[in-house]
């Protein structure tokens, strides 16, 4: 299993606009093959930060959302961005 998870930042005024902006983006992530979870949503605390879950079965998966050729979304620029990858070996109970 892979998760991507981080956070994305950019000036306050324009979060909701890159939200907007990315929309179909998760709409076309949680249909595709292979995608558990996908969201980009504003950090309750952090007016500038989005914060970023992708959960994905493999990295094939993720490759082939990636590369699929979707929508480019009409989005602010961000200032930065702290998102990684993670490869998950196993899965328990909380």
Known sequence: ???IA???YLD???RDRYLAG????A???RQAVGCLDFVQSPDP???TRINV???WESDDDLHRFRSSGGPVPEAPPLRS???HKYRIASVEQP
């Open 6 to 8: 981080g956070a994305l």
């Open 81 to 83: 961005a702290d998102v």
């Open 1 to 3: 299993m892979i998760i």
């Open 12 to 14: 306050a005024s324009d």
């Open 27 to 29: 709409r076309l992530a």
């Open 53 to 55: 879950y992708e959960r």
């Open 22 to 25: 990315v929309f179909d983006v």
């Open 45 to 47: 605390l952090d007016p």
